[in-house]
């Protein structure tokens, strides 16, 4: 029997996407390293990524763009990325962190805490975690200014100061607080949705 995990970070900063990760494990495997990435240095979840990729049948990682969460909100872009995710990968059965259901025709259980809980969503968190975090390295050199790989994009106080000081930047959330009071900004390109798997 094959279980996936899924789960998503970036539902809470002021730039840059909603990331979802699925991992797929045959019943019964177990690795007490892997947990909760927000339990985890960033050392730590770089090392465990190889383990991950190695150790699971199957994995994907979607990204979904600013844009497409200003379109649809961030609940539903969350969602979304987690259901991409999970199309991506077969599996007889589905965790989904938290308790919203996510659109599949897999069997699915919602899991409040999964990432704690369940080794299959530990490992779908340190994807999704150390995937986001690499490309806001990417947005920061891109948009230099905003410290994006200091936070991720969260809204911390140098964060909402450098908005304040140089207004939104492209990847920016423009309907989020903490954004959408600067007013309007010039952008180019799509929301996306970015993918990969193995």
């Known amino acids: 029997m094959l279980i996936a995990g899924v789960d998503e970070v970036g539902r809470g900063p002021l730039a840059g996407p909603v990331v979802a990760a699925v991992a797929v494990f045959r019943k019964g495997y177990f690795n007490p390293d892997i947990r909760d990435s927000k339990q985890l240095s960033a050392q730590r979840r770089e090392e465990l990524i190889e383990v991950i990729k190695a150790d699971a049948k199957q994995w994907a990682i979607v990204a979904v763009g600013h844009r497409r969460i200003e379109t649809l909100n961030i609940r539903e872009a969350s969602s979304l990325a987690m259901s991409l995710a999970v199309s991506r990968v077969k599996a007889d059965l589905i965790l989904v962190d938290g308790n919203v259901p996510i659109s599949s025709t897999i069997c699915q259980r919602t899991v409040v805490r999964g990432d704690a809980l369940h080794v299959e969503i530990s490992a779908a968190s340190i994807l999704a975690k150390v995937f ?31 908005i304040a000081a ?6 920016h959330r423009r309907t989020f607080q903490g954004v959408k009071e600067y007013g309007a900004i010039s952008f180019q390109g799509s929301s996306g949705i970015v993918a990969q798997a193995a």
């Open 132 to 162: 986001r975090d690499a490309l806001m390295v990417v947005l920061d050199k891109k948009y230099p200014g905003y410290e994006f790989s200091q936070h991720a994009g969260y809204a911390t106080e140098v964060h909402r100061k450098a």
């Open 166 to 171: 140089l207004g939104p930047c492209p990847v």
